[in-house]
């Protein structure tokens, strides 16, 4: 029995390094390679202080086409001593993070193989996509259960939806901490496909059709009226702002090809996300004749979602002793102003209070300063624990065009020390356009008639 089960052990072991291996086989050393980009970014960073301008200019085409990696490898701009060498590295990290806030737009992409406990599946999803998902709620049982997978750069959206047609859970999401939060269902997976008429994937979105109906339009006698109830989802990882979208732009067609006609046509919508939110919905409506009730209809359009993308950490280390450091990441500037530690009984409450400054504007940016300036912060004990934020955040006014935020962390262990402060920054607000098509959508048999 014994030599069976670790045979067992054994195997499984051995398919879990071989499903590594399948899924970074092309990596080389991290340490090697970690060591040799040390290196290279050294060298081209004493090459920017050339007295060649030939060289100065390569050198910076070179660590900006590095690309994101090289970025925990720079040192922050304000401790570079030479203003000419001071000024290239911020153009270099402005350009790489302005990239990489592009990048992050894209779908995330999941390559696993292979027959793995749950657990690991969703671990390899989260690691490779970079979306934080909770697995607190579900149960050891549950989770080391195997489950047999063909990922192969499958987009993030897709890979979950296959997975709940495989194994009975929900999800929702936690603002707090921008994760996935996971639930076990015990409904089988068909019931929570049957909710979701249709789903569209474009990039990072999910959009879904969540309910189609129609209804009398009052003061017609041959007119009702189609309405259409959608949801777009974010990946976790990313910061939606706001969904806006014109009635114009998404159109409804029967399948004789008759172009139905928007119930308010020069609509236009802007629709905020809220703090921590990362899915939406919203309703279209259309002017249906009577008898097209019975058609099956086509709806195409085009959406607009803002986002804070590529959210970068801003740390301060050893809080009270850092108060008056400043610290720059792209086109964000963090001073540190003030920290305040109150003891009590059986705890102790940290407020820490920090300026801002961001160098780009325009009427995304202006239209939700106050939103932008209220980003998640933690705090961090040197074992690597974390404390997010559970008390008030305010903003305040600072001197020299800056805008200040007051966090206030509570129910701190009264032991914690050497307290490291973490302030999340967005580093570029972009517009990513969600384009979606349904097709053969249908009413169902028991639709009701209400009044509007």
């Known amino acids: 029995m014994v030599p069976r089960l670790l045979l067992h052990t054994a195997i499984t ?96 992409l999941v390559t696993i193989k292979g027959d793995y406990p749950f657990n690991t599946v969703l671990q390899q999803i989260s690691t490779q996509s970079g979306n934080p998902l909770d697995l607190k709620n579900l149960t050891a049982e549950f989770l080391d259960q195997n489950i047999q997978v063909e990922f192969e750069k499958t987009p993030f959206w897709q890979a979950i939806d296959e997975l709940s047609h495989k194994r009975p859970f929900t999800y929702q999401f936690d603002g707090a901490s921008d994760s996935m939060q996971f639930q076990q269902s015990a409904a089988d997976n068909s019931s929570r496909s049957s909710k979701a008429l249709h789903v569209y994937y474009d990039g990072p979105f999910r ?58 046509p020069q609509a236009k919508l802007e629709l905020p996300l809220g703090e921590g939110g990362k899915n939406v919905n919203f309703t279209m409506t259309w002017i249906l004749d009577s008898e097209q009730k019975s058609s099956t209809f086509d709806i195409q359009g085009t959406l607009q979602m803002e986002l804070a993308a590529e959210t970068l950490p801003i740390s301060f280390d050893n809080l009270n002793q850092s108060e008056g450091a400043i610290r720059r990441r792209g086109n964000v500037s963090v001073e540190l102003i003030h920290v305040e530690q109150k003891k009590l009984p059986t705890s102790q409450t940290l407020n820490v209070r920090i300026a801002l400054s961001y160098d780009y504007g325009g009427p995304a940016f202006e239209s939700h300063r106050t939103w932008i300036y209220h980003n998640r912060a933690y705090l961090e004990n040197p074992a690597g624990q974390k404390y997010w934020l559970n008390g008030a955040s305010h903003t305040t006014l600072e001197s020299a065009g800056k805008t200040g935020v007051s966090y206030q962390f509570k129910d701190l262990p009264l032991q914690q020390n050497n307290l490291r402060f973490t302030y999340l920054a967005p580093t570029l607000i972009t517009a990513a356009p969600i384009r979606f098509h349904f097709e053969k959508l249908k009413l169902p048999v028991n639709d009701d008639k209400s009044k509007p």
Do not use: M
Request: with cysteine; charged share 25%.
């Open 207 to 264: 959009i879904t059709v969540l309910d189609l109906k129609s209804r009398p339009l009052r003061g017609s006698s041959n007119k009702e009226l189609l309405s259409v109830k959608f949801q777009v989802e974010v990946e976790p990882r990313l910061r939606p702002l706001f969904l806006s979208y014109a009635a114009e732009e998404i159109h409804c067609s029967t399948s004789q090809a008759s172009k139905l006609s928007p119930f308010t």
């Open 13 to 108: 072991i051995l398919a879990l390094v071989c499903g590594q291996l399948n899924v970074s086989a092309a990596d080389p050393n991290p340490v090697q390679k970690q060591t040799d980009l040390k290196h290279q970014v050294e060298t081209l960073i004493s090459q920017l202080d050339a007295n060649q301008r030939q060289v100065r200019e390569q050198a910076e085409r070179k660590l900006i086409d590095l690309g994101k990696p090289v970025l925990a490898q720079l040192p922050p701009p304000e401790l570079v001593t030479t203003p000419s060498v001071r000024e290239a590295l911020i153009r270099v990290k402005l350009q790489i993070e302005k990239q990489a806030a592009r990048d992050s737009i894209h779908a995330s």
